[in-house]
């Protein structure tokens, strides 16, 4: 099972944009990105492998939070 969805609704974003896809925003506005944005920006860009790690390291977080 795909640890994305789960953690894009974690986030309340698609999974379009953690894997940095272009999105449509239909509010308009713009703005400074958040820094839980940008920090998933940076995931992004890892490695497929390290990607896989920092997405493991969330879901135990998570969790863990939910007990």
């Known amino acids: ?18 894997l940095g896809e272009p999105t449509k925003k239909t509010n308009g506005k713009r703005g400074p990105t958040s820094k839980l944005q940008q920090q998933m920006e940076r995931v992004n860009r ?3 492998s390290k990607q896989k790690f920092v997405i493991e390291m969330i879901d135990t977080v998570i ?3 939910a007990h």
């Not at 894009?8 to 953690?18: N, R």
């Open 63 to 65: 969790q863990q939070a």
């Open 1 to 18: 099972m795909s640890a994305l969805p789960v953690l894009a609704k974690l986030l309340i974003v698609s999974t379009d944009e953690l």
């Open 46 to 48: 890892l490695p497929r």
